[in-house]
């Protein structure tokens, strides 16, 4: 099996390479065969990765121990479950999973625009080729996953082996989230492969502006969804399995994913510059460029071992490859932009300061000072190896002094964005329609304030999230009451009526809504403490209001570890709350590795959360480390609020058609019945 | 008079008896804020007073000497020295806000305001750029008297329809 993958892969490469130079010569002679053999040679290219990815899980699950990747990755004791994470837990397996990714968005565009687009389709296969190549190349020579193990004997003869068991896989990956965690993540990047792909291709082919953003919308909504969720599951996972009580810690791997996800989001907005005004070409196509060159960056750090992170790759020789493909990627944008950059002129003027548009551009440059200052506080460590005698590490504190500000800022225009209106707004206008939000905004701050979270960052917070919320329920208010009164529906039902129609403008609004909900999340940040206490068995410790009594403790072997376990009760005043169970675990198969399993009881208030951290070198005695998180719990709901969002934006808008039909009346006159035009409302979808 | 006197004196005692606990109090918040600004160099890239793992002989010893420096009454700058001599710069959590670490905080800024300047050059060159429109003698005409191509009329109610779709 490892031979038959090995071989598919490589010829996966033979077929992406035939797809890039003969849909070069396609675009070239423009012979319709060798469009369609083209086309073609790209599908094909595609299921050859689907049946290499399957050959490596086959091997995973089958216990393959004579191949490298299986004895380092997997072990008999492991789980089915994990055994399809340990699919990309190594660099191998990881860079495999890529492709298969991007194969399934190659193939879904290959098929799906294949009778449509002519004259783009051909320069969108070429590119999408080219990116496959780059992945296949360190497939099948760089980091093969199909490598056999071999004896070398004195003779220098290779004589394969097999391992009667496997290393297993890393502790931190044996949790559920990190079976969805990675693919959500690498499906938000590879699928940003697809906007730039359109991106490039319709300015090599002079394409009109608004078709390939209509075009690409979706893909790039789909892609920054996966993005969106893999970062907060990624962040969840950190939070429940790390057990150093934070979610976010702004490691070098972190700000990787959050460097695309900040141009996507730009990207997502700027469009409808381009779309409602035909502005903003020219940024519009190099936001896309951006965002599909902050994935390969991000890849680049990741895995190259040029800035250390608790959960990077080990140091390894792709490095170089990646630089390369970014520094070819950059010329080939910078060349299609020089020679048709008069295609992307703007075809429509400013009329007033204040107005969407421009909040939009501030919109923009706001997440892209985010972008460049998460990117250059990453890699300011690296610079100050080059320039200066030592390397000065650049940490959370950093960070967050930077990105508290700027990400303020955006929650403000997050808010102030809806409230303006296309063109102009006139002061009226704005007195109107500002007022309530910044009064319910400033109630939120006030009760934010008797609640007792007083911090300076933390109110401006509450007070803009309670501003951009109302804003959110005035849009949803001022377009159901127009539906109510037409209709006859009520207000619930003519918001849900509303939203159906128009799923893209309201599903942005549920997601700002989501984005409401995790800024009241990360301001509870501002209120975390913590407690470190050696215990011993009946001992309590105080934490705010609850009492932790450590009860008792077992240990309870499973399959794959054996888990050492703290039995905490939780006590508020004389009441029980409930047990909870912070476990260690000594998993087999690696010497001696452990893995936390938190405990946390959580409500939206706070989360109680109980770290068994292990024992006390001089007492030998069980220490708990206990922490209260203030609105934790609404980070995870806010993102939940996103991915809804995202979906009701991907949905067809229900359109209400005025039907003239004809209504037997009250007769006036004895005669004959009246026929009158009534209009009713009949639902469809564009 | 005594009474007022003892009453007195009994306040004075009882606030002597607090100030050790309050001094004590400072003293924790001030490990806790210079702590705060150091990495923990078990190589775990947590900050210094966030290092959760029990036995990390590293932090446990960090935090012992900064307790003592802090104790004798040191100055932020002898500690962060002190640190820095010990363990390189690596040992900063955020980088020190002078010589060539100021580029990092300068950084953002300067993006900041280098975008901001763009945008507002972007938008007043928006503003000033006039918009051509094909003009018919047969043409409609505006409020003000200017005539509309038809092309222009066209134009502007797709324009119309599109921007009040969203």
């Known amino acids: 099996?490892?031979?038959?993958?090995?071989?598919?892969?490589?010829?996966?490469?033979?077929?992406?390479?035939?797809?890039?130079?003969?849909?070069?010569?396609?675009?070239?002679?423009?012979?319709?065969?060798?469009?369609?053999?083209?086309?073609q040679a790209g599908i094909a290219t595609c299921v050859l990765i689907f049946i290499g990815t399957f050959s490596l899980a086959y091997l995973l699950f089958s216990d393959n121990f004579s191949q490298a990747y299986v004895?380092?990755?997997?072990?008999?004791?492991?789980?089915?479950?994990?055994?399809?994470?340990?699919?990309?837990?190594?660099?191998?397996?990881?860079?495999?999973?890529?492709?298969?990714?991007?194969?399934?968005?190659?193939?879904?565009?290959?098929?799906?625009?294949?009778?449509?687009?002519?004259?783009?389709?051909?320069?969108?296969?070429v590119i999408l080729a080219g990116v496959q190549i780059f992945f296949l190349t360190l497939n099948n020579f760089v980091e093969s996953p199909f490598k056999?193990?071999?004896?070398?004997?004195?003779?220098?003869?290779?004589?394969?082996?097999?391992?009667?068991?496997?290393?297993?896989?890393?502790?931190?990956?044996?949790?559920?989230?990190?079976?969805?965690?990675?693919?959500?993540?690498?499906?938000?990047?590879?699928?940003?492969?697809?906007?730039?792909?359109?991106?490039?291709?319709?300015?090599?082919?002079?394409?009109?502006?608004?078709?390939?953003?209509?075009l690409t919308r979706k893909w790039t909504m789909v892609a920054w969804c996966f993005q969106s969720v893999g970062i907060l599951?990624?962040?969840?996972?950190?939070?429940?399995?790390?057990?150093?009580?934070?979610?976010?810690?702004?490691?070098?791997?972190?700000?990787?994913?959050?460097?695309?996800?900040?141009?996507?989001?730009?990207?997502?907005?700027?469009?409808?510059?381009?779309?409602?005004?035909?502005?903003?070409?020219?940024?519009?196509?190099?936001?896309?460029?951006?965002?599909?060159?902050?994935?390969?960056?991000?890849?680049?750090?990741?895995?190259?071992?040029?800035?250390?992170?608790?959960?990077?790759?080990?140091?390894?020789?792709?490095?170089?490859?990646?630089?390369?493909?970014?520094?070819?990627?950059?010329?080939?944008?910078?060349?299609?932009?020089?020679?048709?950059?008069?295609?992307?002129?703007?075809?429509?003027?400013?009329?007033?300061?204040?107005?969407?548009?421009?909040?939009?551009?501030?919109?923009?440059?706001l997440f892209l000072v985010a972008c460049i200052a998460v990117l250059s506080g990453t890699l300011f460590p690296v610079f100050t190896e080059w320039f200066t005698p030592s390397r000065i590490s650049v940490g959370a504190p950093f960070f967050n002094k930077i990105m508290i500000p700027i990400g303020l800022a955006i929650l403000f225009l997050t808010g102030v964005g809806p409230l303006l209106a296309w063109r102009k707004t006139s002061t009226d206008s704005m007195k109107r329609n500002f007022t309530w939000p910044l009064a319910f905004g400033a109630l939120s701050a006030v009760v934010a304030y008797v609640l007792n979270y007083r911090n300076a960052y933390a109110l401006v917070c509450f007070f803009l999230c309670g501003f951009v919320f109302w804003t959110i329920v005035m849009e949803f208010y001022r377009g159901a009451k127009v539906i109510a009164a037409r209709s006859g529906m009520g207000l619930?039902?003519?918001?849900?009526?509303?939203?159906?129609r128009n799923t893209r403008r309201y599903g942005g609004y549920v997601v700002h809504f989501g984005m409401v909900l995790i800024f009241i999340g990360l301001a509870g940040a501002a209120f975390n403490t913590d407690v470190q206490k050696t215990m011993n068995l009946g001992d309590s410790m105080k934490l705010g209001p609850y009492t932790l009594v450590l009860q008792t403790a077992d240990t309870k072997p499973e399959k794959n570890y054996t888990a050492?376990?703290?039995?905490?009760?939780?006590?508020?005043?004389?009441?029980?709350?409930?047990?909870?169970?912070?476990?260690?675990r000594a998993f087999q198969g690696r010497d001696q590795a452990n893995g936390t399993m938190v405990a946390i009881y959580s409500t939206l208030r706070e989360d109680v959360y109980v770290v068994f951290a292990g024992m006390d070198p001089d007492t030998n005695l069980p220490v708990i480390h206990a922490f209260l998180n203030p609105l934790v719990k609404w980070i995870w709901l806010g993102g939940v609020w996103v991915v809804m969002g995202t979906l009701l934006a991907l949905m067809p808008n229900r359109r209400a058609a005025l039907v003239l039909s004809a209504v037997t009346q009250p007769a006036v006159s004895p005669v004959a019945p009246a026929l009158t035009p009534s209009v009713t409302l009949r639902e469809g979808h564009d | 008079m005594i009474k007022r006197r003892n009453l007195l004196a009994l306040v004075f005692v009882a606030a002597l008896s607090v100030l050790p606990l309050i001094a004590q109090q400072q003293q924790t918040d001030r490990v806790k804020a210079i702590g705060g600004k150091f990495q923990c160099m078990c190589g775990c890239s947590q900050v210094l007073t966030q290092c959760n793992h029990v036995g990390c002989t590293m932090s446990a010893a960090m935090l012992k000497n900064l307790g003592d420096w802090v104790n004798r009454g040191d100055s932020e700058a002898t500690i962060t020295q002190a640190f820095v001599q010990q363990f390189g710069t690596t040992v900063y959590a955020e980088p020190p806000k002078s010589g060539f670490s100021l580029i990092a905080w300068g950084m953002p800024i300067a993006y900041f305001v280098l975008g901001a300047a763009l945008v507002l050059f972007v938008i007043s060159r928006w503003r000033k750029r006039p918009q051509a429109v094909g003009v018919d003698a047969a043409a409609p005409v505006t409020a003000s008297g200017a005539k509309i191509s038809p092309e222009a009329m066209e134009r502007g109610r797709a324009q119309a329809a599109r921007e009040t779709e969203d």
């Not at chain 1, 099996?1 to 996966?12: E, Y």
């Not at chain 1, 779309?275 to 890849?299: D, H, P, Q, S």
């Not at chain 1, 619930?492 to 159906?500: D, F, P, R, V």
């Open chain 1, 1 to 39: 099996m490892d031979v038959f993958g090995s071989f598919t892969l490589l010829l996966a490469f033979v077929c992406a390479v035939y797809a890039f130079v003969g849909g070069i010569a396609a675009i070239i002679t423009r012979h319709p065969l060798l469009i369609k053999s083209t086309r």
């Open chain 1, 148 to 214: 056999t193990l071999a004896n070398v004997s004195a003779s220098g003869v290779l004589t394969p082996f097999i391992r009667l068991d496997g290393n297993g896989l890393n502790p931190l990956l044996q949790y559920p989230e990190m079976v969805i965690h990675p693919p959500n993540l690498y499906s938000g990047y590879t699928g940003f492969t697809i906007p730039f792909a359109f991106a490039l291709a319709a300015l090599l082919a002079r394409y009109p502006g608004e078709k390939w953003i209509h």
């Open chain 1, 71 to 125: 004895v380092s990755h997997s072990n008999r004791d492991l789980s089915a479950f994990y055994k399809v994470a340990a699919l990309w837990s190594g660099q191998e397996g990881s860079l495999l999973f890529w492709s298969f990714l991007l194969a399934i968005y190659v193939i879904s565009v290959l098929i799906a625009y294949r009778h449509k687009n002519g004259e783009l389709m051909p320069y969108v296969g």
């Open chain 1, 492 to 500: 619930m039902m003519s918001a849900h009526e509303l939203a159906m």
């Open chain 1, 564 to 584: 050492e376990r703290m039995i905490v009760e939780v006590m508020k005043g004389n009441k029980q709350i409930m047990m909870l169970y912070p476990e260690k």
């Open chain 1, 233 to 365: 599951l990624g962040a969840h996972w950190a939070y429940a399995v790390l057990g150093w009580g934070g979610y976010w810690g702004w490691d070098p791997v972190e700000n990787a994913s959050l460097l695309p996800w900040l141009t996507g989001t730009a990207f997502l907005h700027s469009v409808m510059m381009q779309e409602k005004r035909g502005m903003m070409k020219v940024w519009n196509v190099w936001l896309v460029f951006a965002t599909f060159l902050m994935c390969i960056l991000g890849t680049f750090l990741t895995r190259s071992g040029v800035v250390s992170s608790v959960h990077a790759f080990a140091n390894s020789q792709i490095g170089p490859w990646f630089v390369s493909f970014m520094a070819l990627t950059l010329i080939v944008c910078f060349v299609a932009y020089i020679k048709n950059h008069d295609y992307l002129k703007s075809e429509n003027q400013l009329d007033s300061m204040v107005s969407r548009e421009s909040s939009f551009l501030f919109n923009n440059l």
